[in-house]
């Protein structure tokens, strides 16, 4: 008999940078290098749609590299061996998540390899370079492909699925995120509303701090797999009575 029936975990950045991958508003986070408004939102893609999808098929010829980590791999074993059914919510466009072999996995914010024909919705996944020249294969229109990423300013993906989620949770997770970015911010308190536990894994107390049960703080490579062990070995011994 397991503690928890239905598990959410939400990630962030955070949960990728033991991975070599940088975060958004850490120090040497990606908005320190690249302004929001020239790469991140609907206007930006509408005034120079070429530097917008330069900036992602560079993004993507890094995330392809990249190799997931052991919060990444924790997942994957708690998925694999605890009987609650375990969904990821990720605000990540990398594809760590399923590289480690997680499952129910909801991209809330995109996909760094898929990019939308804005005609008629169809979505391309490759890892190659997508630019203003590319053939919609189903409508045949040239020139209507944006990357696959939620820009500020447009709904997040996947968010029907992700409210059932978080109404019946039992326990929500958070890994390394910093809580600023609506509407992700306000999954917490969503859950917490239908009376789910609530666990932050970060590096330090972040802008949703009050809305926890629990803060475990340190390196989520670290702190979540010693987490998930706990969770696994709490579950054997309730099985051995
Ligand atoms: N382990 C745990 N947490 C970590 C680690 C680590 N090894 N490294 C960094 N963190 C934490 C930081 O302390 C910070 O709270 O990860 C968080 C990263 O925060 P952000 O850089 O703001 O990234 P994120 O929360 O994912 O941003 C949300 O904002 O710009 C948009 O679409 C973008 O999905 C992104 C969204």
Redesign the pocket.
Known sequence: MAKYNNIVILT????S??SGLA????EE???NKHR?EDV?TIQAFARNPEYVHDFYNEMKKDLIKVEPNA?HLAITELQKNYPAKISVVT???DTLHEKAGNENIYHI?GQINQAVCMNCGNVLTTWNDVTTEDVCQQCHVQGMFKPNI?FFGENLLCMNEVDALLRSCDLFVS???????FP?NTFVRTAKYYNADTIE????A?ANNYAFDRHVI????ETFPKFVEELLQETKAVADI
């Open positions: 962030g950045a955070g949960i940078a033991e975060t958004f508003r850490d986070g990606m908005w929001v991140a919060a605000q990540n466009v914010h939620v890994i390394g995120t910093s809580g600023v970015v992700a894994f970060n590096l330090k972040t340190g390196k989520a490579g």
